[in-house]
């Protein structure tokens, strides 16, 4: 197989987000809100524009999740008081009830994906995907895409 | 069985990091990246890469480009489909097996190809700019490793790409 790293990362990125989709049918979820809410409530809240970076998702999209997980009752947004123009999302005692259910299937297509990697290489790919994350997070804060998650 | 072999750093990491996680963000990551740069070539990242393995491999049964690609077989029926109207790819029966077919680049595709070397360098390198040349070759490695292991369900509908835009 002559395929690239840049093809094979689509190609799992794919795959992966696929097999989020279907593990998370029970949830009522899909694989961007579940991380939403993992996100908030992993790292508390924040302001819109920082979620949609960190998630990489674009701006128009986010605010189409934001509305539905709002809608649940499992995020609320607030006007930050130190800049009215900003939203600061928060998750709500119900989507931290939500979210364990949403650990849950995230580790378990982890374990379908990764089966055949030793702890040391797991580790290792975390190390260097968490390397390309930086470095095209900092790529993107330049330049805006328009690519939605599923 | 699930968590038997996480390792305890693992299981410290908040849920959003975790790797699969980081896999489908990264994932979304480098087909944006693709789908612009590959704009002024008409094709797409699938496309790109049956041609790329093609002028690797020379004329090749349709067969093995699916095992080798871990490619579904409909789904690889697509996209030849569409490599073949652009006339970028051909497929004939083999002629010591009329119930396989051959499929080989064509000299568009080869033109086709060059055009596109430029952006998929660029991308790579804009991926793993921070990684060293011992990690980059260990990510790819990792990376075929997992897809290998994918099971075929996994990989059904995976790069269904209906045409080229």
Do not use: W
């Amino acid at each position: 197989m002559v395929e690239s790293s840049a093809f094979l990362l689509a190609r799992l990125g794919r795959v992966a987000s696929r097999q989020l989709t279907d593990e998370l049918l029970g949830t009522g979820l899909k694989p961007t809100e579940a991380s939403i809410l993992i996100m908030l409530r992993d790292l508390g809240p924040m302001s819109q524009q920082a979620l949609g970076e960190r998630l990489h998702v674009d701006p128009s999209n986010l605010v189409a999740f934001l509305n539905a997980l709002e809608g649940e009752g499992l995020l609320v947004r607030k006007r930050d008081p130190s800049d009215r123009r900003r939203h600061i999302v928060e998750i709500t005692q119900q989507g931290i009830k939500r979210a364990p259910g949403c650990d849950e299937c995230v580790v378990a297509i982890e374990d379908q994906l990764l089966a055949g990697l030793s702890a040391e290489d797991r580790e290792h790919l975390h190390r260097m995907l968490a390397h390309v994350i930086e470095t095209m997070a900092l790529e993107e804060s330049s330049s805006d895409g328009d690519g939605d998650f599923d | 069985m699930a968590s038997a072999t996480q390792s305890d750093q693992m299981d410290r990491l908040v849920y959003i990091d975790r790797p699969a996680l980081l896999l489908a963000r990264v994932g979304r990551i480098t087909e944006r990246r693709f789908a612009e740069e590959l704009k002024a070539t008409g094709m797409k990242a699938a496309h790109v890469g049956i041609l790329i393995n093609l002028r690797e491999l020379g004329p090749v049964s349709q067969q093995s480009l699916g095992e080798l690609l871990h490619i579904d077989p409909s789904n690889l029926v697509a996209l030849l489909n569409v490599l073949e109207e652009e006339g970028l790819a051909t497929r004939r029966r083999d002629p010591t097996d009329r119930r396989r077919h051959i499929v080989e680049i064509s000299e568009r595709g080869f033109e086709r190809i060059e055009q596109a070397e430029t952006p998929i360098e660029r991308i790579e390198d804009e991926l793993l700019a921070r990684l060293s040349p011992e990690d980059r070759e260990q990510l790819r490695a990792l990376l075929a490793r997992i897809l290998e292991a994918a099971s075929p369900e996994d990989l059904e509908e995976d790069a269904v790409v209906p045409e080229l835009n």
